[in-house]
């Protein structure tokens, strides 16, 4: 394709010659008589112009003043700019400030053409650099949204999968039906509550639904047992954090799980199993799920008892606060009425 070039110099001799030389060699020349039509030209034509030749001096607007306006303006065309005879300094001011480079007047018909020529093929190979960065960053752009795609389906599906298994624990103990749901409902509104990182809220979520998990190795027998549990079945019920922890462990993607699974019997005092862990001790997300597991436990109808009303509840939980409970947590519950989720 025919490269376009256009000069700007306000001697009409030197307009002449440069379009005489320059058609010589094929290209197609736009001669323009000072800045003013130049800029005027750019306005209506700036994507079909291929390089500008520039004169230094000229009246009204300088070849440093258009210069700096072409760079900012129409970045992407090359400029050389002309200048007196043996002014380097001029020249060497005019590379410093983004010329592609500079000829000094009068100019030797070879001297201009392999210039011209030079400058119009870095441009090219320029742009092309630039156009395969921008369809890398093009690219980057979409491989980054299929990642997100792709990790939403996975939370979706790990979502599925523990709301699957809390089902399975649900469906052993009829008392307990939809009791992983709420305790997760709670959870993640303390989480919110208590401003937690959007991981930490993940891990109350799943940790939540999976807490009982440990229930599916223990007898539907003594899940259910309408009467007092005797000293060998409770002890038994108090394995239920171990085998849950057991249960998760073979599986990578609820590692985060496993306090929760493991720990959420524990006490503020200490007098909490399987390990009878303090106070700080005791993670907070943890320590979020035995508050919400405990409240909606008694909100609830159980094998061997009914359900207490939400104040009385509430009640247990300033009661307990401190030595079952964290008692900043009692309280955010209380503040945020999170008990009437
Ligand atoms: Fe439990």
Partial sequence: MTKHIVTTDDDPAIRKILQILLRKEGYRITPCQNGNELLDMLTHEASDVDLILLDIKMPGLSGFELLEIIQHTYPRIP???????????????????????????????????SCVKRVIMESESNQEADDERSQDIVHQKELEENLQTALLALKNTTLATLEAFSETIEQKDAYTKGHCNRVRNIAVAMGKALHLSPESIQTLEGGALLHDIGKIGISEKILNKPTSLTKEEYAIIRMHPIYGERIVSHIDLFKAYEPIIRSHHERMDGTGYPDGLKGDDIPIEVRIVTLADAFDAMTSSRAYRTALPTEIAVEELKLCSGTQFDPKLVNIFIDKEIFLL
């Fill in 79 to 113: 400029v050389i700019m002309l200048t007196a005879f043996n002014d380097l300094d001029t020249g060497m001011k005019a590379i410093r400030l983004g010329a592609s480079d500079y000829l000094a007047k009068p100019v030797p018909r070879e001297t201009l053409v």
